[in-house]
C-alpha cells in the first residue's frame, strides 16, 4: 500500500494535512504577492498589510491584542522564546515544569539549569497522569521569582491541565505562567483578555495549517529580549525575514479551526469513544494510559498493548498494513530509551505504546478497519 491516499493517518497529534482552504489561501502570497514586508515601496506596502491582518485576525480570535502575537518558525522555537527571554529579562531565577512536558521544555529548561544556573524545580505527575497540583502550589511558595512551563494537554497521552485555573494560582503566587497549547490550538476556546497565561504558543501545521510557522502570545506586561537577532521584525523580538504565507496560513487555518469548533470536536470525540469501546471489546489485557474517559484531549488515545511476539512489531505491522500511527511523540522519533513520559507513568513496564491520534478527515471506517487489523495479532 504505497499510495498515501490509501493509507490510514492516525497520527494527527504529529501533524495534520493540509485544509484545502488554507491552501488557496496561501497560493496567492506564492505567485503575486512576493515583495519584502520590511521594504517602503507598494509591493512590501502590501505584504505588510497582509502580515498585520493575519496577526489581527490570530488575535480576535484568541481574544488579545495583535501586539501580544508574535510569529515564530513553530511551537519549539516559542517556548525556547518565553523560556529564555523570561530568564533573560524578567528576573526569572526558577523554572518549574514536569517530567512529562514536551522536549522543546524540558531540553530548554534543562539547557537553563547548567548554562544559566537557573534553578530547575519538577513537579510531581499523579498515577494517572495529570500534574499533582498540591505539589505545584508547594514548589511556587518555597521558590520566588518562578516561571511555571505546564503543558495544556499532554501530546502523548492527552492529559489536560485546568489552564485557567491553574493560572490564576500561579499568578496570586507572583510566579510567571508559560502554557505550551500546541496540542490545543485550534481546538478550544481561548480568551487571553481574562489574563490567567503570560505566554502560549501554536504551530500551524496541528491544527491543519502549514509547517515551519507558529506563534507566542506574551503578554503585554512581559516582554522580553529576542533569541533570534539581525533584524527588527516582530517588533524587534524576533529577526528575519517574514513566513509571509506561513503567517497567511496559520491565521486561515486557526480561522476555520474556530469556525467548525463545535463540529469538528462532537466527529472526532465520536471517534475516539469508537476506538476505545472497540479495543476494549476485542483484545483481551488492553490498557490507556493517563485518563482517557476524563480529563482528556478528545484528539489522543495513547494505548498500551499486551505483551506478545506480534506486539514486539506492532508499530510496523501497522504501517506495512497501511495504518499511520506513533509509538509516542513523533518528534522524538528514532530516540532510544522510549517515551519519557510512558517511562515516568509507567516505570518498567514491558508493553508496546501506540498513540493513536484522530483529526477532521478521519472517519468511523478508519477506526473499524484499524481494529481488525489490530484483531488479527491479538
Not at 524545580?121 to 505546564?150: C, F, R, W
Not at 500546541?182 to 500551524?204: E, P
Request: glycine letters at 10%; a negative charge.
Amino acid at each position: 500500500m504505497n499510495n498515501l491516499t490509501e493509507r490510514i493517518y492516525l497520527d494527527n497529534a504529529a501533524t495534520t494535512p493540509m485544509d484545502p482552504e488554507v491552501v488557496d489561501a496561501m497560493v496567492p502570497m506564492m505567485r503575486e504577492h512576493f515583495g519584502n514586508p520590511s521594504s517602503s515601496h507598494g509591493h512590501g506596502r502590501k505584504v505588510k498589510n497582509v502580515i498585520e491582518e493575519s496577526r489581527g485576525k490570530v488575535a480576535s480570535l484568541l481574544k488579545c491584542s495583535p501586539g501580544e502575537i508574535f510569529f515564530t518558525s513553530g511551537g519549539t522555537e516559542a517556548d525556547n522564546l518565553a523560556l529564555r527571554g523570561s530568564v533573560a529579562s524578567l528576573g526569572v531565577k526558577t523554572i518549574i515544569s514536569s517530567p512529562i512536558e514536551h522536549h522543546a521544555v524540558l531540553h530548554t529548561a534543562e539547557d537553563l539549569h547548567k548554562t544559566a544556573n537557573i534553578n530547575l524545580q519538577m513537579v510531581n505527575i499523579l498515577p494517572n497522569g495529570h500534574v499533582d497540583t498540591t505539589h505545584l502550589y508547594e514548589l511556587l511558595n518555597k521558590y520566588p521569582n518562578a516561571i511555571v512551563s505546564l503543558m495544556h494537554a499532554n501530546n502523548e497521552i492527552g492529559n489536560m491541565l485546568n489552564i485557567e485555573e491553574v493560572g490564576n494560582n500561579i499568578h496570586q503566587a507572583n510566579a510567571l505562567f508559560h502554557c505550551d497549547t500546541v496540542q490545543t490550538m485550534g481546538h478550544f476556546n481561548f480568551d487571553l483578555s481574562k489574563g490567567y497565561v503570560d505566554f502560549l504558543c501554536g504551530a500551524g501545521h496541528k491544527f491543519n495549517g502549514p509547517k515551519g510557522i507558529g506563534f507566542l502570545y506574551m503578554n503585554k506586561k512581559n516582554r522580553v529580549t529576542p533569541e533570534i537577532t539581525g533584524g527588527a521584525q516582530e517588533r524587534e523580538i524576533r529577526g528575519g525575514t517574514e513566513n509571509v504565507y506561513g503567517i497567511v496560513g496559520l491565521a486561515k487555518a486557526l480561522e476555520i479551526s474556530y469556525r467548525d469548533l463545535e463540529h469538528k470536536h462532537t466527529h472526532i470525540s465520536k471517534l475516539k469513544s469508537e476506538m476505545i469501546q472497540a479495543l476494549k471489546e476485542n483484545i483481551a489485557g488492553i490498557e490507556f494510559n493517563g485518563d482517557p474517559e476524563g480529563n482528556s484531549l478528545y484528539t489522543v488515545l495513547s494505548v498500551s498493548f499486551p505483551s506478545s511476539d506480534a506486539g514486539n512489531m506492532l508499530l510496523f505491522n501497522l504501517d506495512i498494513n497501511g495504518i499511520s500511527a506513533s509509538g509516542g511523540s513523533a518528534c522524538s522519533s528514532g530516540a532510544t530509551g522510549g517515551s519519557h513520559v510512558i517511562n515516568c507513568i509507567k516505570p518498567g513496564t514491558d508493553r508496546t505504546t501506540i498513540r493513536f491520534s484522530f483529526g477532521k478527515y478521519n472517519t468511523i471506517e478508519d477506526i473499524k478497519t484499524t481494529i481488525e487489523k489490530l484483531k488479527t495479532w491479538y
